[in-house]
């Protein structure tokens, strides 16, 4: 059994994760929260004591100083902790370096993002094979475990596709993933996690699998007002998003598309600091010749996601949306969770779209700590077994709902 967790990062899903790791530890053993500001750490920690949610009072909770792009001194903490399996929730950029420091050492890696290089937005499809791909020969040579994007979008809905094909589709024609924020944190605008990562998804090209081919799209131009369940109607926009460029290699689909929603003020708010060069990720130079980024000046003004959650409310639906046929039959079905931002906040201290997130590695842990997922070698989401994965899931904090919507004339 693979014990004792390193969660790398301090932020919002790393909070969850910590807190989930923590109810969980007499499976998980030692939990270590490592981050480049240790106070961060601290004050998860102080969180979790506060909220009760240390089960086994016998195994260490405590917390790292660490600069996830040094991988020596990585793999140096990986040993110190003897940490087995490794939870990487820094910001994207530095992915590759954690998942090198596993590699070298065989600790167990997960993350909940795709790989993003600072001066690169929006890469070429299939986004993975840039990047986290490249390492799997490496991975499986070594025996070493990699779970790739098991967070929610990434992650579950990875799950649901895999289940439409395990037991409900003989032929899967699309799958539109939605993500709807049904909530509200009483802030004139602010975004849900790291603001930096959030806007470099939409001022780059948006990549759709349509047709059994990549096609761009550009950003909020295409909208579909949906009937949700327990959120009612919303409109979402397609937009580019990781979990297709795993899903268009793994999945036989014709078409695989991703759909976020947005409040009007949020696109009219997003619209002027993008086309005013506010979102760029290139430097510019002031007129006392400093140079300085647009969007970590953004971010820097913007509320820490974490701020939000006490004052938030409402609720979060995502989900697949899958047509295709089984026994020659049409037939539509809706894969899906909703997630309450108060009830977050109460157990945890977080709010929805952090916990949404940060649950569903906590489960893959537990999974890979029991041998029911450990491949020993890299695998995306939708490559394991998807039922135990989504039971565990329900049993910790994020059950599944499953709802046909096959019109009735296609009954006839």
């Known amino acids: 059994m693979k014990r004792n967790v390193l969660i790398i990062g301090a932020g919002g899903v790393a909070h969850v994760t910590a807190h989930k790791c ?34 086994d009072r016998s195994r260490k909770l405590y917390s790292r100083q660490i600069d996830a792009r040094d991988v020596p001194a990585l793999i140096e903490l990986i040993k110190e902790t003897k940490s087995g399996i490794v ?31 600072p001066n690169k937005v929006c890469e070429t499809p299939p986004w993975y094979g840039n990047h986290e791909w490249k390492r799997r020969d490496r991975c499986k040579e070594k025996g070493v475990t990699a779970i790739l994007g098991v967070g929610f979008d990434p992650g579950v809905v990875n799950a649901y596709a895999a289940l439409a094909v395990k037991k409900y589709f003989d032929k899967i024609d699309t799958i539109d993933i939605m993500d709807v924020n049904a909530g509200s944190h009483g802030r004139f605008f602010a975004t849900n996690f790291d603001p930096e990562i959030n806007f470099r998804e ?4 948006m990549w759709n699998w349509i047709d059994r081919k990549w096609v761009a799209k550009k950003v909020h131009t295409e909208k579909w007002v949906y009937d949700f369940p327990v959120v009612g109607e919303r409109a979402v926009y397609m937009n580019g998003h990781d979990e297709l460029h795993s899903l268009s290699k793994n999945i036989k689909a014709n078409s695989i598309r991703f759909w976020m929603g947005f409040s009007d003020h949020y696109i009219n708010c997003f619209n002027v600091l993008h086309k005013i060069g506010l979102l760029s990720e290139k430097k510019v130079k002031l007129s006392d010749g400093q140079e300085v980024i647009p969007l970590k000046v953004v971010k820097a003004c913007l509320p820490d996601p974490s701020s939000l959650a006490p004052d938030y409310t409402g609720k979060t639906c995502i989900g697949d949306l ?3 046929t089984q026994d020659g039959q049409y037939k539509e079905m809706f894969f899906y969770n909703t997630c309450d931002h108060k009830d977050c906040y ?11 997130a940060g649950v569903p590695p906590v489960a893959a842990a ?19 077994d998807p039922e135990p994965f989504l039971k565990l899931l329900g049993k910790i904090g994020l059950p599944t709902e499953i709802l046909d919507r096959t019109p009735v004339e296609s009954l006839a």
Not at 23 to 48: F, P, V
Not at 367 to 383: F, H, I, R, Y
């Open 87 to 117: 939870i990487n929730l820094g910001i994207a950029y530095v992915n590759m370096s954690v998942l090198e420091a596993c590699i070298e050492s065989g600790a167990v890696y997960m993350d909940t993002a795709i790989h993003e290089e």
């Open 366 to 384: 537990i999974l890979v700590a029991k041998g029911v997922w450990d491949p020993k070698t890299m695998v995306n989401v939708e490559e394991l």
């Open 202 to 205: 939409f001022t780059g090209t």
């Open 322 to 324: 899958v047509r295709g």
């Open 346 to 356: 109460n157990e945890v201290e977080s709010q929805a779209v952090s916990y949404t």
């Open 22 to 55: 923590a109810q969980n530890n007499d499976i998980l053993g030692d939990i270590c929260i490592a981050s480049r500001t240790q106070k961060k750490c601290d004050e998860i920690i102080a969180s979790i004591q506060r909220k009760d949610n240390l089960k």
